[in-house]
């Protein structure tokens, strides 16, 4: 009789993790799931994040006196704010959307550096949705579970159909209220994610054909930042010295939180209603 209890009132059609759900059950719009897994929290502790600053300051802050780290905070901030806001319950959530970033500028220029400091902010997981939205995969049950989906060093696409083609992608996936969750060997359910995503391009033109034309109805969907190719002052060249950087990052990440979520007020002119920056 538990058994057959369990199977009528308790069964669920997903076990797994989901971008942006904690650990719980969930009643979502057509189907029961439990979530056996989530994000890393970050604690906001401390006060000192020197080399999150200067990673960013160095690429953002530009030779020609152009400051893009206030957009870049914004951004961040509002995913911050989207991903952390309880409000929901234990049904299905509904996030803020918040548009595509793009980094663009030398190879070696320490873009990775900046999406893997967003990945760790964002709760350390993240995949690459690249041969889902554009080489017809149907299964993205490894991109449910990321909060960050990285696009890096993809070939690009020079045919403006294939151009037009991936920012349909992006606006479906960033501003699409439901998402397909489709894991191999089941059924497909209809769920809404977090979702944050980062493209890493180098600014040659033939590498930026990978942008959409942006058109009207892209043009409030994509921001675009260019990337600055500058020393750090510290070794970072082999992949013992970029392991180690990657842990000082890690060790920075609950400070740079505090100041983001307390320390960071949003200049003017880089809010916006729609997407949030």
């Not at 994000?39 to 300051?57: A, N, S, T, Y």
């Not at 548009?99 to 400091?117: D, E, H, N, Q, R």
């Not at 033939?206 to 510290?234: A, C, F, R, T």
Request: a negative charge.
């Amino acid at each position: 009789s538990m058994m057959l209890r369990i199977q009528q009132e308790h069964h669920v059609s997903y076990a797994g993790s989901m971008a942006g759900y904690e650990c719980g059950y969930y009643q979502m719009k057509g189907f029961k799931a439990l979530i056996t897994a989530e994000r890393d929290v970050v604690m906001p502790i401390g006060v000192e994040w020197p080399l999150i600053r200067k990673v960013i300051e160095n690429q953002l802050v530009l030779t020609d006196g152009d400051n893009q780290t206030p957009h870049f905070y914004t951004w961040l901030k509002r995913a911050d704010d989207a991903l952390n806001w309880h409000g929901h319950g234990m049904g299905e959530r509904n996030f803020a959307p918040g548009p595509m970033m793009v980094l663009a500028g030398p190879g070696g220029s320490g873009k990775s550096f900046l999406a893997f400091i967003v990945g760790e902010l964002l709760g350390g997981r993240s995949g690459n949705p690249y041969d889902f939205m554009m080489k017809g995969t149907d299964f993205n049950e490894d991109l449910a579970k990321s909060e960050l989906l990285v696009i890096d060093d993809e070939a690009a696409q020079f045919s403006l159909q294939e151009r037009r083609a991936f920012g349909t992608k992006v606006k479906n996936m960033l501003f699409g209220y439901k998402q397909r969750l489709h894991p191999k060997g089941r059924a497909a359910m209809v769920f809404n994610p977090f979702w944050r995503l980062m493209l890493m391009v180098n600014d040659e033109p033939e590498n930026l054909m990978i942008l959409p034309p942006i058109d009207k109805s892209l043009d409030d969907k994509i921001m675009i930042l260019k990337s600055e190719l500058k020393p750090l002052g510290m070794p970072d060249e082999s992949q013992e010295d970029r392991s180690a950087l990657e842990e000082q990052i890690k060790s920075e990440i609950p400070a740079f939180l505090g100041w983001l979520r307390y320390g960071f007020v949003v200049p003017e002119g880089c809010s916006f209603r729609r997407t949030g920056v």
